[in-house]
Each structure stands twice: as C-alpha cells, then as structure tokens.
C-alpha cells in the first residue's frame, strides 16, 4: 500500500490566486513527521515545510502553509499568493517513528502558475 | 556552508559498465541518503547511512547496487554491470542528527546516469 498518496498529477493556477495540493498518508505510528518539497525544473529538491505529528498548529513558513488533519491522515500544502516562480513539482513526504529514517515520498503534482 | 555536493553531475555509459556516484554531505551531516528519480517521477529510496553504517538497504533494486561510507563523510554508490533501466537521476541527500523526526533532507543536485 502506498504511504504517501498525491491524487492530482498536475494543476494550473492563476498568479496571485491560493492553490492547495492534496497529500494523504497511511501509518499506525503515532509519532511521524510531514514534508513537503519543491522540484523546479532545474531538478534541485527544496525543503518548504515541515509538520509534526503531535504539533497542536498548522505549520506556516511565508506564503506556504500546511493544512493538516490529523484524523484524515491529510497534510495538503496551501500556497497562497501564487508566483510565476512557484512552478514546479511539489512533492510530499513523511518520516515515520523517530530520528533520521528515510522519508517516503508521494509521485508528486506539477504545479504550474499562468499569467 | 557549502551544501551536499554530488559528482559527476552528468554521466554517460555504456551498458554492461560499472560506475561510481560520489556524495559529499553536508559537514556534521551523520545521515546520508540515496535516491533514485526515474524521468517523470517521484523520489525511489535506496539506500540510508547512520554514520558508516547502513541500517536499510531494502530499496536497493539488486545486487549490481552497492554503497559504501566512509569516516562518516563521503559515500559512493556503485552500480556493477549497469543496465538501460538503470538510467535516471541519482540523489543524495544528509541530514543532521539531533534533530529527531523533524529533521530535513538536504539534498544535492544530483547525478543524471544515462545508460547507452
């Protein structure tokens, strides 16, 4: 079964609009983490935003933000005020238990920004 | 700093080749990760380090894979024999210990193999 599942391959976005990018999980531990990362085309993988767990808010850095429902096993990523630059895939990930395991990525959503 | 750094950045080979990936991690980095990004897709885990040890090997795809760490710095992926399906971007990426669950990868840019 797969762990991280990202249903939409692809979305458009008008500039300066909000975009959310769906992520559901499946574990049964009850301490975990949530990534998302940025794949522009030049293939780098860039850290967004982090979610814990057992962090009573939703995570925030900038114009990302993380809409996480714990009982849903969701995690999707709200991108708010939608850049030219903001092209990219985005990919969602989590580590399970505790410490430096690997993460588990989703197949990831190409996002793309219109003028 | 510097971050991870990975060489080469582009290799061409020929079937039936053997060929090195190189990883230089992020200094005080004691995690150091592999993965493989086929054209098109998401991130396929190989192969992890604590340290010179390597706790999970599962992802690795068969035996002509082998990695290696040493004095807890730089890695080297091996890939023995390569295969046409072995074509992709190979990723390495380090993280810092200490930091429990929530810490990051940081990855570097990784090492497009192309098998002729």
């Known amino acids: 079964a797969q762990k991280i599942t990202q249903t939409q391959p692809g979305m458009f976005v008008q500039e300066k609009e909000a975009v959310t990018l769906d992520c559901t999980y499946d574990t049964s531990d009850q301490s975990y983490g949530l990534f998302w990362y940025k794949q522009p085309s030049s293939g780098e993988m860039i850290f967004l935003i982090y979610q814990g767990s057992y962090d009573e808010q939703n995570a925030t850095e900038g114009r990302y933000s993380l809409n996480f429902q714990k009982a849903r096993k969701s995690a999707n990523l709200v991108i708010s005020a939608s850049q030219l630059g903001d092209s990219a895939m985005y990919f969602c990930a989590m580590r399970e238990n505790s410490g430096n395991t690997p993460l588990v990525f989703g197949k990831g959503t190409r996002l793309s920004v219109i003028a | 700093g510097a971050g991870v750094s990975q060489s080469p950045s582009n290799k061409v080979t020929e079937k039936g080749k053997d060929v090195e990936l190189r990883c230089d991690p992020i200094s005080g980095h004691t995690a150091l990760y592999w993965y493989r990004q086929s054209l098109g897709q998401g991130l396929e885990f190989l192969i992890y380090?604590?340290?010179?040890?390597?706790?999970?090997k599962s992802g690795l795809p068969s035996d002509r894979f082998s990695a290696e760490r040493t004095g807890g710095s730089v890695s080297t992926l091996t890939i023995q024999r390569t295969q046409q399906e072995d074509s992709a971007v190979y990723l390495c990426?380090?993280?810092?210990?200490?930091?429990?669950?929530?810490?990051?990868?940081?990855f570097g840019n990784g090492t497009r193999l192309t098998v002729t």
């Open positions: 380090f604590q340290g010179n040890s390597a706790p999970d």
């Open positions: 990426a380090s993280s810092l210990r200490g930091q429990g669950v929530r810490s990051p990868l940081h």
